[in-house]
Each structure stands twice: as C-alpha cells, then as structure tokens.
C-alpha cells in the first residue's frame, strides 16, 4: 500500500501536532546496575556478563550506588523533584534479548518527576515538561542473520549478545508537548540536543547516538486545528540521531495528515524509522502496560536518596548550557540569533573547536553553519560526520584570510578533503589550488581589457561600475583563483 503523503506545512495548517519525546540514555558507570560486569563498549559478544546479568537461578541483584546517583543529578538538572523513597518493579515479557524474562525498571513510582527543559526555535522560547525520570536495565541485543536487511523478517537465525543486558539506562520521558505547530520537527530536534548537552555536561553519559548510548523515540499525534481531544499517536522507536529526529515527526506528521484527509484511522503502533529513507514502517501494535504485569521488584530494596545527599549532588551541578553557551557567545560576540542556529543546527562545539584551533569566529560560525551544514545535508550525514577536522577548517580559513586562497577555492579544498583526498596543504599542493599571483593577475588584467576595448574605455573615462565583466573575464582566465579585490585594484590602474 502507499500512502500519499500532503505535504509537511500543509498539513499543519489544518491539524495540531502534539509530541512526546522518551529518551533512553545508558549510563557512563564503570559497572552495570545490578552486578559487577563492565560495561565498556564493543567487547566481543558475551564476555562480560555473569550469573546476575544472565538471570541465573540463586544470583541476586545489588543495587549501583554510582547509578543512583546519576540518576539524581539528571533529575536535578531537568528541574524535577526527587522522590524520597520509591522502589523498582519487574517488567515482565518474553523476548530472548531479556535473559530473566523480566527487565528490571521502575513503574508507578519513578526516583524524578515533574520536571521541564526549555528550548529556542526560531527566537521562540518552549518549555518541554518532564513527566518523569526513571532506571532501568537495559537490555541485550540481538543480531538477525542471513537476511538481506538485518531485521527478523527474512532471517535464517537470531544470536543474542547479553553484554548490554544490565547496563543501567535512564528513561526520560516527556508530557505531551503542544503548541508548537511548524516548529514541531524542530522543536522536538532541539529538546533532544538540549537534553544530550544537559547530560554531556553532567558527565553521566557519553550520549553517542550513533553507538546507541542516546536512544530516542517519537510520539506524535495530530489533532484538527481548535479542537481539544488528543489524536491517536504512534510511537517511532530508536530513532538514532538528530536528524533523524526532525525527519521521524516530519515523515508522522505528513503520513497521519494524509490518512486524515482521506477520512481513515491513524493506528496506535510502534513504528521502525528507516535512516536511508527517512520514513517509517509499522511494527509490533502498542502493548498495554497491563500486559507487562508490573509488580514490585522483591530481590531489591526500596530507593530512598537521603536528602543530604540530594542536596550535596545539586551543589555540584554544572552550570546549565544555556549560561555556558551565552558566556562563549559574548566572548566571540555572537549574537543570540548567531547562537539559536549554532545550537539547532548541531555545530556549536565545532564552532568552539574550530576558534580553538585558531580560526576567526566569524569565520568558525561561517563555514560551519554558511558551508559544512549544507555539504552533510547534500551527503545525507550528521554535520559532525562530515570527513574534515576541525583543524583542517581552520587552515583552510587561515589561508583565507593570508589571500592565498579565494572563497571559491577554500570551499573547493574542503569538498577535496571530505571526499578523502588529502590534507589541506596536499590536496592544494596536488591542483596547484594557489591564489593567482601578481604577475599572473597583471597578465589576466591586461588580457582581458584588451579583449574589450569598449569597456576599457568607459573605465578610463572614470565609470568605475563598467568594471564588473573585465573582472568576470579575470575570474574565468585564473580559474577562479584570482583575488577579486585586488584584481578591481589592479584593472582601475592598468586601465588608466
Ligand atoms: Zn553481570
């Protein structure tokens, strides 16, 4: 079946789309939440589990004090309250990647809760309402074999890696957000940057998307414009990146808006997100938390943070990264306008990194956001995939300003460098990418007015806006290599 999709905007011209953002986040400890086994990343498959993490018979789990803690500091940070005593409860369900067949996590009442987390979008400010904070186990993973796609469907046989299974994760998770209109893809991709900056700067997590230390899932409904009954929603799972986050809500909203229109049922599911197509594809229909059977975790005592040590963990909260970001951009002067599209559009470390590392700010914020944005959108990648350093920027802006290499030529260097052709000095050395020297320049100059006597004469007799086509003939005869203000200096000159 396809689904004729009405196009993003129009849509919501019509319809109010109402978000909910869940947010899993793996936490950075040492050791997993219930046993001793590491947690490091990339291990070979099951060589760090043991009797509690596999679910033997006679292990019994014992809490992680450092996870507990954490988990603190995210409510903390997130504005939420802390519970003073609340407990875990067993998650019942069948599914080889949960060697107990339970999932340990936290139902009816989770260690935070009611919390927000506010964010820009176009000089608008939203607050996204937290619902609640809660720990978990995470899960193991499994590996589908023989397909042509990875997934079950069409697989030969399953294995299962347990290595995961254990790690403590974070589920954050949002109330429904409203109002947000054309800005929902946007909003919902600046929640979850705030939210992975939030918990970067705690230091509680190394929040890599990619290696699925950040996952993110997104519910979305939409509601006919003025009327006050939520839409059914669907629940896109593991989206697992920024960009896939904007693209989930983009695709949901033109896909329910389409079936809408055409007088159908948007179904309650969880949906799969595929990256290479930015569309999504149902999956399992939505369990109802009855069919968990949750029930209080009897091997386990009851959580209950000492207020002491809730306030020691809030006196060691960074600041939050709107306060750091306004302090970096009032040292680079940039304005708030310069900073919303840094953060929104992912590049506001590179920015830093790339003034680190010597270059202007004007010309950090420049080239990432007038330039590298647009080069990862066309190559369909997150910005800080793009194959360039941020050292590599900055010399290619250094030349820049020294004169050796024009615009064009700069942007024709870095395109070299992300397609793997080199370093920035030998990708120049192998083109003879080098600005056209004086002597050159003099002999384009000449050249070119001589060509077009009509023109030099105009200039002669002191029309200085006749100038424009001899330097367009200049550019052509240098490839592009020429300095175009000085090569207006030098016809002016030569022309008299
Ligand atoms: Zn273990």
């Given at each position: 079946m396809t689904t004729t999709l009405g196009a993003y905007d129009d849509v919501l011209d019509r319809y109010a789309p109402v978000l909910g953002l869940e947010t899993h986040v793996e936490l950075?400890?040492?050791?997993k939440l219930f046993c001793g086994c590491s947690t490091a990343f990339?291990?070979?498959?099951?060589?760090?589990?043991?009797p509690t993490c596999l679910g033997l018979p006679g292990s019994l789990p014992v809490t992680n004090e450092a996870a507990i803690e954490f988990t603190v500091k995210i409510g903390l940070a997130l504005h939420c309250e802390i519970a003073t005593w609340c407990r875990f409860a067993r998650k019942n369900y069948f599914y080889p990647d949960m060697p107990k067949d339970y999932q340990v996590s936290q139902y009816d009442e989770p260690l935070c809760t009611d919390g927000y987390l506010d964010v820009v979008v176009g000089g608008e400010a939203f607050r996204v309402e937290i619902e609640r904070v809660h720990l978990e186990e995470d899960t193991g993973k499994s590996l589908h074999v023989g397909g042509a796609t990875g997934r079950i469907h069409g697989a030969t046989h399953s294995l299962v890696d347990y290595n995961r299974a254990g790690i403590p994760l974070v589920e954050i998770v949002t109330r429904p957000v409203q109002g947000t209109g054309h800005k929902a893809a946007e909003v919902a991709r600046a929640y979850v940057t705030e939210l992975r900056d939030v918990l970067r700067d705690l230091g509680v997590s190394d929040v890599r998307m990619e290696q699925g230390s950040l996952r993110c899932d997104v519910n979305l409904s939409l509601m006919p414009a003025g009327a006050t009954q939520l839409g059914t929603r669907t629940e896109t799972k593991n989206v697992n990146s920024l960009r896939s986050v904007e693209r989930a809500v983009r695709h949901e909203v033109e896909r329910q808006g389409a079936r809408l229109d055409a007088g159908e049922r948007v179904v309650q599911e969880t949906r799969h997100f595929h990256e290479d197509s930015g569309t999504t594809s149902p999956g399992r229909s939505k369990e109802e938390?009855?069919?968990?059977?949750?029930?209080?975790?009897?091997?386990l005592v009851p959580l209950a943070p000492a207020r002491e040590l809730v306030e020691g963990l809030r006196a060691t909260l960074p600041e939050p990264p709107s306060v750091r970001r306004a302090a970096f951009a009032e040292v680079n002067g940039f304005t708030a306008i310069d900073l919303e599209q840094m953060v929104n559009a992912g590049v506001l470390d590179l920015v830093g990194e790339t003034i680190a590392a010597g270059a202007s700010p004007t010309k950090s914020k420049g080239w990432w956001l007038g330039y590298l944005v647009g080069r990862a959108n066309e190559l369909d990648v997150e910005v800080s995939e793009l194959a360039i350093t941020v050292a590599q920027v900055a010399r290619i802006s250094e030349l820049e300003d020294s004169g050796e290499l024009t615009n064009k030529l700069a942007r024709q260097v870095a395109d070299a460098v992300i397609a793997g052709e080199g370093d920035v000095d030998a990708v120049i050395e192998s083109h003879g990418w080098k600005v056209a020297g004086e002597d050159e320049l003099i002999v384009a100059v000449d050249a070119a007015l001589a060509a077009q006597p009509d023109i030099a004469a105009k200039i002669r007799d002191g029309n200085q806006g006749a100038v424009g086509p001899i330097v367009g003939a200049v550019m052509k005869a240098t490839g592009g290599a020429a300095d175009a203000t000085r090569a207006r200096e030098l016809i002016l000159e030569r022309a008299s």
């Open positions: 950075g400890t040492a050791t990339g291990a070979p498959p099951n060589t760090q589990v043991c938390a009855q069919d968990y059977r949750y029930f209080p975790e009897p091997d």
